[in-house]
Each structure stands twice: as structure tokens, then as C-alpha cells.
């Protein structure tokens, strides 16, 4: 046994493992996961993670519990971060076309210049 | 009347005073509540901050009470002592007159940051050590209550070192009143003719309030809440790369991480151990006024502890920011128990099992604080020969050199 050096971290740690616990069995160590239990009913919160990853169907109304809809909240955050991000590399591609189009047409014009120059020489 | 209800009705005093701000009424009445204590507004100008700071030292200490302006041109003389001159001239002893301020029970600083910086380290040396000097000589300052306030957009500001900040317990931040609020200030003032401090009376005798403390620092904490703070404070300081020694700091220091996207890279400068201190006192105070404190509580109260101690490396509105870093923590909370990663320790520090090694290796590599315990634990495995070094978290995921190392070199 591994001796600790604050009593209260190690009853820190008895009372978390007590309220979250793990069964182990011989060649198994499983625990019972509360929060993928299906719940309903309007005051407790619907599974809508579930809805978006798993693609399972929501119910009418959708009720989340705080740290779901943090969690929705950051990635929303990060995918509109994101999307400024692309919108911004959009148009300074659109203004790279736009610069190689009129350089590709000049050039176009110029090589029709010499070429239509000896026909007209001629 | 009972200490609790004395402290409740100082509470109520100060809020049918102030307009406003109820939560930062009810921080700054719990930091009272632990001997030496230390309270920070900040506000910009005209919203409260001083008024706020006056109905607390009227309210808790009387007219014992000093309240210091800041002011470039205050000097120690007026802060903390000043020489006797006719001691001098007639006996030639240099004896000191302790200022008023030092002797006081009630110690207000308004505007602060306008202190010249040799006067705020008289002050932070006081709040360190609870003594003065001054003139070779020596003065312990007893307990007492300081409340100081600033203008962090001050022109006039002077920067004082973090550390000095970091003395104050708890910073609080002042909205500006909304318009029904406006109109109740202007009730409370033709209520009070205009003159609210003067109105304030002592709600509390210092020695009731030396006694509350007393029974406060009595009260024992859950071991769970304890966890909970002391787990708060360290995912707001764990770094693999050691920023705190490092003298590059994120986001540079982040670049290539493991842990990039995690709250650790939010933050530039991690806190101080003053903040578990500020915690725990705020956590006994709730607990012993009104007779529980939860999860929730801790992450409502350390809000106001983190505030002045952290530096965040992209701040928009620091308010909303360190809200939605603690929104996160407690995310990363839900997770670890969610992981059974308590539970998986627990039976580690029991005993080494290679299913439940595995299992906890693979939450380390997903969360710092609970990398470091682990890695402490394979220490100690390897001196004990159940793990090779090669086979370490440390070395396999390349994050610290660990001292079985060092101790195999040796």
C-alpha cells in the first residue's frame, strides 16, 4: 500500500471513487455510466448530444443540462471562429483569381499582339 | 443576537445602502470573515467603489477606522510612522508616532493605484507580515479589516507588482446601475438627505467580528469541497511545459502541445497559492453563515479569488472570459467523474493493477492534473521494480524528465 501524505486527498479521493465507482470483476473493470441513462420528461435533461453525434431522432422539446450546452457553446464558438476564418481566406482568394484572370488576359492580348503583328507585317 | 445573525443583518445594512452589485455584497461580507482581511474593488469612476469601501469599515469597525487617499504625495509618515522630533532634540531617542492608519482596526485605500510604489511597499509588507517599520523600529499591527479600491483605467496609475495584488483575498469588480436601479439611488439618497455613509451604522463590535473569525476558522470542510478547490486552483497552474519557470509564455509556449485546446493554454500567467487560501476561507465563511457550502458556491466565490491573480492570454472582457474558463473546469470536472478517474487512483494508491494502470493512462493523457498524480505513482512503481522506466507516462509521451531518472543515475 502506498503510503499518502494528506489524509484529506486520500478521503477526497475514497469519496469520489464512492460516488463514482468502478466495478472490478477477474479479468473486467466496468462502471455504470448515469449520464447515458435515456431520461424524459421536461425537467430533466434529453440526451441532445446523442441527437447530434449518433443521429438518433430528438423529441419535440429538447432540454439541456448546463454543462451540454457549454460544451455546445465552445464548439459553436470555435466553428463561427472558424468560419471567419475561411470567409477571410475566401475573398483573399477571390482577389488572387481576379489579379492571375487579368494578368492571364494581358498576357492573352500581348501574345495575340505578336502573333497577329507579322500576319499584318506581311 | 447571535454572531451569524449580527453578520446577516451587516449584509442587509450595507444593501439597503448600495444599489446593486447583491453578489459582490455578499463576497466582500464572507472575506470578512478570517483574520487580516483583505478586500479589492475595482470599479471605473462613479460607481460606488468608495461608498462601497465606507459602509463596509463603518459597518464592522465604527469610527475606528482610517482611510488613506491615493495620492502620489502620501508619504510614510502619513501611512505608517513618523519621527518624534522633540524626543530627538531633548533626549536624542529616536522614537516613532505610529500613524493612525497602522493603529486603526478599519483601513480604507482609496485609489490605490495613484500610491506611490515606495508607500505600497510599506502596505504590502504590513499585509505580508502584520508588523510596520519604520525608523529601525517595530510595530505589530493586530487584526484588522482593509479595504481598497481603484480605477484600473486611471490615467494617473501607478503599476504595482502583481504580488502586492495578489495580497488582497478577493477583487471585486462594480457594474454601473441599470435605469430602475438609478432610480432607486436616487430614493436611497433623498431617504438617507443625501449623505449614506454617515447613515451606516456599526453593525458589529471588532471583537464580536474577532469572534466570528475565530468560529470561522473553526469550521472543517468537506474532504470533497476541499478536492474541488485545491483541484480548481491547480488546473489554473498545471503546465507540462512549466510556464511558471518558463520565460516563455503561452500562447508561444503552447505551440505543439498536447494540451493546446485545454484551459491551461487560456492562461498566461498561472495563480498563487493565495488563491486555495482565499477559497478555503470563503468556503468556511459560507459554510459557517448559512450553514452549507456546495460545488456551485466554490465556482460562484472563486471568480472573485481568480480575478486579480490570473493572467488570461486573450482577454476581451476579463469577467466574461475567466466565466467561461470556469464554466469549462467544471465541464472537465464532470468529465474526470464521468471517467472514474478518482476512483481509478484511488485503487491504484491501493495497490498496482495493470487493467486499472491502463485505464488511468489513458485519462492522463487527456488531463494534466491527474497526469501528475499519476506519474508521481509510477515513481514509485519503478523504485519499487513494478514498472520499467521505458514504460513510463512521463518518457512515452516525452512531457518531464521524472526523478526515478535521476535517482537511477545516482
Known amino acids: 500500500m502506498i503510503e499518502m501524505s494528506s489524509e484529506t486527498y486520500r478521503r477526497f479521493l475514497r469519496l469520489e471513487a464512492e460516488s463514482h465507482p468502478v466495478k472490478i470483476d477477474k479479468n473486467m473493470i466496468s462502471w455504470e455510466n448515469i449520464n447515458m441513462k435515456i431520461q424524459t420528461g421536461l425537467t430533466s435533461p434529453s440526451d441532445i448530444l446523442e441527437s447530434i453525434y449518433l443521429k438518433r431522432d430528438m423529441s419535440e422539446t429538447v432540454v439541456m443540462d448546463r454543462r451540454v450546452a457549454s460544451l455546445l457553446r465552445d464548439k459553436l464558438a470555435g466553428l463561427e471562429a472558424e468560419t471567419e476564418h475561411l470567409r477571410r481566406r475566401i475573398k483573399f482568394m477571390k482577389f488572387i483569381i481576379l489579379g492571375l484572370s487579368s494578368v492571364l488576359l494581358f498576357m492573352l492580348w500581348i501574345l495575340l499582339n505578336v502573333l497577329s503583328a507579322p500576319a499584318l507585317a506581311a | ?410
Not at chain 2, 169 to 193: A, G, H, I, M, P
Request: hydrophobic share 40%; charged share 30%; glycine share 6%.
Open chain 2, 1 to 410: 443576537m447571535s454572531l451569524r445573525s449580527k453578520i446577516i443583518d451587516l449584509e442587509n445594512e450595507i444593501r439597503s445602502r448600495f444599489v446593486g452589485n447583491e453578489e459582490a455584497i455578499q463576497i466582500m461580507v464572507l472575506n470578512q470573515l478570517h483574520p487580516r482581511s483583505t478586500t479589492l474593488i475595482r470599479a471605473p469612476r462613479g460607481a460606488g467603489k468608495s461608498t462601497l469601501m465606507l459602509l463596509m469599515l463603518r459597518g464592522v469597525c465604527g469610527d475606528d477606522m482610517v482611510v488613506i487617499s491615493g495620492a502620489s504625495e502620501v508619504k510614510r509618515g502619513e501611512v505608517i510612522g513618523r519621527l518624534h522630533i522633540p524626543s530627538l532634540e531633548r533626549e536624542g531617542v529616536e522614537r516613532v508616532l505610529w500613524a493612525a492608519f497602522t493603529k486603526s482596526r478599519g483601513k480604507g485605500l482609496d485609489e490605490v493605484n495613484r500610491l506611490n510604489p515606495y508607500t505600497t511597499a510599506n502596505i504590502h509588507h504590513m499585509m505580508q507580515f502584520g508588523e510596520v517599520w519604520a525608523y529601525g523600529q517595530r510595530a505589530e499591527v493586530g487584526d484588522y479589516t482593509l479595504v481598497a479600491n481603484e480605477n484600473p483605467t486611471d490615467a494617473t496609475s501607478f503599476v504595482h507588482p502583481q504580488p502586492f495584488y495578489d495580497r488582497f483575498d478577493v477583487c471585486l469588480y462594480l457594474n454601473s446601475l441599470t435605469l430602475s436601479e438609478k432610480f432607486q439611488l436616487q430614493d436611497l439618497l433623498e431617504r438617507y438627505d443625501w449623505n449614506i455613509v454617515d447613515s451606516m451604522p456599526q453593525v458589529i463590535s471588532f471583537e464580536e467580528l474577532e469572534e466570528a473569525r475565530r468560529e470561522v476558522a473553526e469550521v472543517k470542510l468537506d474532504p470533497k469541497i476541499m478536492g474541488y478547490i485545491n483541484l480548481l486552483v491547480r488546473d489554473f497552474q498545471v503546465c507540462i511545459r512549466e510556464k511558471e519557470l518558463s520565460e516563455v509564455k503561452p500562447p508561444t509556449l503552447c505551440e505543439g502541445c498536447h494540451f493546446i485546446r485545454d484551459v491551461c493554454s487560456m492562461i498566461k500567467e498561472p495563480l498563487s497559492e493565495r488563491a486555495t487560501v482565499a477559497l478555503t476561507r470563503l468556503a468556511k465563511a459560507a459554510k459557517w453563515l448559512y450553514g452549507s457550502c456546495k460545488l456551485d458556491d466554490i465556482f460562484r466565490m472563486a471568480l472573485w479569488v481568480l480575478l486579480h491573480r490570473v493572467t488570461l492570454v486573450r482577454t476581451g472582457n476579463l469577467i466574461d472570459s475567466l466565466r467561461g474558463l470556469l464554466e469549462r473546469e467544471r465541464i472537465k470536472m464532470e468529465d474526470r467523474n464521468m471517467r472514474r478517474q478518482w476512483a481509478l487512483l484511488d485503487q491504484l494508491m491501493n495497490g498496482f493493477d495493470r487493467g486499472i494502470y491502463k485505464l488511468a493512462r489513458e485519462a492522463a493523457v487527456e488531463d494534466v492534473t491527474f497526469a501528475e498524480e499519476l506519474m508521481k505513482l509510477e515513481e514509485r512503481w519503478v523504485r519499487e521494480n513494478i514498472l520499467s522506466p521505458e514504460e513510463l507516462l512521463s518518457i512515452q509521451m516525452g512531457w518531464k524528465t521524472p526523478a526515478s531518472w535521476s535517482l537511477r543515475k545516482r
